[in-house]
């Protein structure tokens, strides 16, 4: 019998996941948690096999949640399942401690599967973040942003004109424009807005 504990912030998807989970005869869902900290809580508690997390909650959301189990309960494997599936979040969820990655398309024999191969310790990650992770690592490496590139792409994301993010940096409004043509060439887009998603997206803006 695998042991879970499930933690979602949304209570109709939560009732989902454990309905889905209560399918499986292996599977014994021991608790549910709303937020991070009850979720840190229940597994301080129940010590189960699998903390199934959702990465966007409350209090403490599944990244931080993640790595105080990894820290101090490391029999208890955690599984992440969200929406979410940019690289930013796969890797600060992996870095964390989390021994797989799922999305919420999930079908209910890929999400028992999952919870019985992450007990014994297996990475499982969702076909998509798979092939997400393989295409990354296929890809070369983005040129590095200086700080002062990062300063001006920083302020874009905050919606400044040229101007205002020249007036922020103490910069003339060309100077701006110069940084962000380098910019837009490192990361090989051509307009502002893709710039910051794409920055996002490689984990080079927080």
Same mark, same amino acid.
């Given at each position: ?33 709303? #937020? +991070?900290? %009850? /979720?840190? $809580?229940?597994? &301080?508690?129940?010590? =189960?096999?699998?903390?199934? !997390?959702? *990465?966007?909650?409350?209090?403490? #959301? +599944?990244? %931080? /949640?993640? $790595?105080?189990? &990894?820290?101090?309960? =490391?029999?208890?494997?955690? !599984?992440? *399942?969200?929406?979410?599936?940019? #690289?930013?979040?796969?890797?600060? $969820?992996?870095? &964390? ?15 028992? #599967? ?93």
């Amino acid at each position: 019998m695998t042991s879970v504990i499930v933690a979602d912030d949304h209570p109709a998807m939560r009732a989902g996941v454990i309905a889905l989970l209560a399918a499986d005869a292996g599977i014994s869902v021991l608790g549910e948690a709303s #937020d +991070g900290r %009850a /979720a840190v $809580a229940l597994v &301080a508690e129940h010590r =189960p096999d699998v903390a199934l !997390l959702d *990465l966007r909650m409350p209090v403490l #959301d +599944g990244v %931080a /949640a993640t $790595a105080e189990i &990894a820290a101090a309960h =490391p029999s208890t494997r955690v !599984l992440i *399942l969200t929406t979410y599936d940019t #690289d930013a979040d796969i890797e600060r $969820a992996v870095e &964390a401690g989390a021994v797989g990655y799922l999305l919420k398309d999930t079908t209910r024999e890929q999400l028992a #599967d999952a919870v019985h191969a992450a007990s014994r310790g297996e990475t499982v990650l969702a076909p998509k973040i798979a092939q997400k992770l393989v295409a990354r690592m296929r890809r070369p490496a983005p040129a590095a942003l200086t700080a002062r590139e990062t300063e001006v792409l920083r302020a874009v994301a905050d919606g400044l004109s040229n101007a205002e993010i020249g007036e922020r940096l103490v910069i003339a409004e060309a100077t701006v424009k110069t940084h962000l043509l380098r910019i837009f060439a490192k990361l090989d887009v051509s307009d502002r807005t893709r710039a910051v998603v794409t920055a996002l997206d490689l984990g080079l803006l927080r």
